[in-house]
């Protein structure tokens, strides 16, 4: 069965240091996001992206996040500038059709810590 | 925006007992209403789903039920077996964006 991958698994970095977090989406996906997940806490969207542009942001994704499908099968999510408070689990996930209301398969996340 | 409330945070069954956990959601537009199951240090992976237009669905041990007029829905596990223990996320998703919003979470943990 396909399955959504992300590298790396765990990526630490300094406060300060600009980081890009890589997924690999299911290939016949059309929708693809990004969550994270503060160790704890709920897991809480920041963006989704469709046909090469974002259509649904959150509060959390703000000027220091991007997106971008360099080719056709990366998503990468960079953060420009990394806090302390962006240490969490980021999770990939992408879904079929026309993905409202579908399935999202999530990857297995990649951990970052900011020191 | 969407808010959804999940509870219990914990629940602690013994073997053989059924389990249940209840969310709410705010926004009456969400008509898709997943329940993800996450094992430590592992990727939330999907065990059921409802739409809005149906009030209830079952899965072998694991059934979901949706009350929309309460806008409440509700995963009723039974048989509980230990490799059910985990971490048991609601979400709600509608139309106007297909993001989702998750619940807080609640730690099954099936006593043998």
């Known amino acids: 069965e396909p399955e959504v991958t992300q590298t790396p698994s765990h990526q630490v970095t300094q406060m300060g240091q600009e980081v890009i977090l890589r997924c690999v989406p299911i290939?016949?996906?059309?929708?693809f996001y990004w969550y994270r997940q503060i160790l704890g806490q709920k897991v809480e969207f920041l963006v989704s992206?469709?046909?090469?542009?974002?259509?649904?942001k959150s509060e959390i994704f703000d000027d220091q996040f991007s997106v971008e499908r360099p080719d056709g099968s990366n998503f990468t999510l960079k953060i420009r500038s990394t806090k302390l408070e962006d240490s969490a689990m980021y999770f990939c996930?992408?879904?079929?059709?026309?993905?409202?209301?579908?399935?999202?398969?999530f990857g297995p996340g990649t951990r970052l810590t900011v020191t | 925006g969407e808010n959804v409330e999940q509870h219990p945070s914990t629940l602690s069954v013994q073997e053989g007992d059924s389990a249940v956990i209840k969310c709410t959601y705010s926004?009456?537009?969400?008509?898709?209403f997943p329940w993800y199951k996450q094992e430590l240090g592992k990727r939330p992976q999907l065990i059921i789903d409802?739409?809005?237009?149906?009030g209830e669905k079952k899965d072998q041990r694991i059934a979901v039920t949706l009350n929309k007029t309460a806008k409440h829905f509700s995963l009723h596990i039974t048989e509980t077996q230990p490799e059910d223990s985990a971490v048991y996320f609601c979400?709600?998703?509608?139309?106007?964006?297909?993001?989702?919003?998750f619940g807080t979470g609640t730690s099954l943990t099936v006593i043998p």
């Open positions: 409802i739409r809005s237009n149906v």
């Open positions: 992206f469709y046909n090469n542009e974002i259509s649904e």
């Open positions: 979400a709600a998703s509608g139309y106007t964006g297909n993001q989702f919003y």
């Open positions: 290939s016949n996906h059309l929708y």
């Open positions: 996930a992408s879904s079929d059709l026309l993905g409202t209301n579908y399935e999202q398969y």
């Open positions: 926004d009456s537009a969400s008509n898709y």
